[in-house]
């Protein structure tokens, strides 16, 4: 009796041993449901990080053919400002070749200036001496018109001596009263025969002095001849100079077109870099958003994970604990002899099971710790997409601040092209005037160039008609000398007339005879001397004609030397505005190479947002891939619960299936009284496993 | 996890062991002596006792008390996880509790592969070791239970 009441507690105590499995088994379904649900829902939480990535890795894309936008636009800017540099340095060389050419013309101008000057002063000279020249024309004139007077009156008395002489030769006694009367008609005669000759002889020196005086005035006029060739030689000079700056003037006002298109078109590729920047900053803004918001499921993700651990953690208890009951069990098993048989191999397969699902529960540790792992990644790579979005928002910040001062310098630019043009535009249209004004020049020194070497010809006609004049004032010198030697011997037979009155006819006829001599002598001289007064007449003109010429030419002159002075003063305002175009093409050159070298800044910045860009895709890659891994450990983790589940349930069975074996035993033996069984037996070990 | 793969016959004599892991070594004890399987909850220390009793555990209304058997065979000691257990062996109305590293398997041994301990390793073990047998290419000594509690005796406890 005491046997079966041992019996009894120990089945009993088999039953409470069972009672105890069914309840962790409960546990371990109950804990694997809980598992399935958290797992669902990282599940979720998992396909809505993918999402969000793929969104990311999209916007990541924009920026990318954003930045691949800015860099070409950048590269068109950095060309175009390139072409701006090279559209100055080519102005700069037109200016400075025009301000050389305006030097040269200026120089070449000053040089006609002064040969003007001295050639203004050499026609006061040559009209100064043709004054005296004039005067002194004026002067024979006046000396030949009372030569005129005194040989019409020598004629006049001539002839009154003829007559006297015919008187004489008539009455005889007349004669002494006559003859006295003859002798003082005589006196009178030389001394007017000496006046004249006198005269004469002062025409001949004043004739010498003209000469000289003309000598003088050739060679005056031939300088002044050389004067103008020499003028119209320099005007010839400034007028190519002139055409030269013309020229380099309209090179310099197309470049300044061309600029300040490029100018402006480089103002407008600005502007655009500018929209797309802005586009760049607001998509890495979004980028931002994103990756915070990763970073929060990511935290999510791993608070669930913990959660799992601690889970697990408790399922490994449980298959701990139901690996010791299946133990207890052998043990109370073999106590039980032949009884327990069916018992111990229940209680060895549900030991296999605890075996299996502590395994199971390992690997779901193992794959939460590489799930962890992966989750801190994770955080750390969206830490460092973080950082780089905003690396790369201050790049185009920068970059975006760069452009605008790059806009600035291109209307500053702009402003100093439009200048240049104006500029450029004046100075076309005072270099036109410039021409104009020296192609007068030119056609007036021509003028006077030809005028004077008119003039030499005229003057060297007067040293011809003067050469004459001398000759013919010697030959009048020559007969006045005769006419005087004549009426000296007129004199001597006068005054032997009253001493010889015998002697009287042929003396009268003499005298008659040389009276005619006079007379012809006389008329020859008067020819001359109307010759020559002709003549003087003549010349008398010619020069008052050389004379309004001379004046013509000072005038001439003078108008050119006021038109030199006004070319040389618009000029002085070219090289004057030349200079300012000098100095605002430097500043502009200066802008531009500012420009450049902001552009290539904005170059890096933007190769450098570009490479950061592609870094953050590549931390985006890698983060989807992660989480496609962290997708694929959690399926495993699924399949591995759901195999748990399956062995809880099936220990669950068997549970069973051993409380109703042991309720039908306990049954059974109360039915069987009094039947004693060997408890402590040997058994037969079940092979079964 | 495999038994012995002894052929079903009745002539066989073979012994229901449990096995169990300490360090390296694995021992086992023959079921008989074993009362039920524990995990650690909480040991209760008591002062002034031997240096292999760590103190008592109550279990199914029983105060017993706990051997560190690793402390009883020279190994440094080491922390309680959830795989030590608490051996709850009786013989002789003595009944005590050892504390291993872990126990998993429930085996039978046949009689006939139990052979006499090494006399080196009886020596070094102060003779707790009663035999040795063979699973599969391990090595298993066989805990005499009455020499590893009897010495408590001898030891004032």
Redesign the interface.
Known sequence: MNTEATNNNKLISNITIVDDLTNQSHQLYSNTTNINNLYSQTVDQFNYINARLKSTATQTDTISASAEGILSSLNELTASIEEISRNFDALSASVNETAAAVEESTKSIQNTANTAQEMTISATEVSNSMNEITASIKNISTEIDSVSTTTVETAAGIEELSKSIQSVSNSANELAVEAEQTTSSINEMAASIEEVTTATENLATQIEEIASSIEETSKSVQSVANNSEKIKEASSSSATAAQQLDRSIKSVATLCKQADEISRRSARDAEDGSLIIQKSINSISAVKASMEQSTAIVREMGKRTTEISGIVEAISLIAERTNLLSINASIEAARAGDAGRGFAVVAEEIRNLADRAAKATNDIATIINSLKEVATEAVNKSNDGLRIADESARYSEDGLAALKRIVSGVMETSSIVSQINKATEEQLLASQNVVTAVTNSLNLASQVSAATAEQANALQQISHSTLQMRKISQQVSVAMNEQSKAAKEIIKAAQNTTKLAKELSTATVEQASSAKQISSAADSARKSISIVTRALAEQSTATEQITTEVNRISQMISSLSKALTEHATATRQIFQATENIKRNSAKSAQIIKEQAHAAREIQNLNQKTVKNVSNINEEIKQLAHTAENGLGIIQQINSNISSISNIARQIFTHLETLKSNFITIKTRKRNQPGKTKPIEQKISPDNKV | ???N??Q???KI????Y?VFQLGETTYSIN??F??????IEHITPVPNAPDFVDGVVMSRGQVIPVINLRVRFGLPKSQIT??S?LIVVKYQERTAGLLVDS??E?I?IPEDTVKPPPQLVSSVDNGFISGVTMLGEKPVFILDVAKTISELNNTNM
Request: charged share 20%; aromatic share 4%; glycine share 0%.
């Open positions: 996890m495999p038994t793969n002894i079903q016959n009745s004599l073979t012994e229901p449990i079921c008989k074993v009362q039920q399987l524990e995990m959830l795989k257990r126990c998993k429930f039978n």
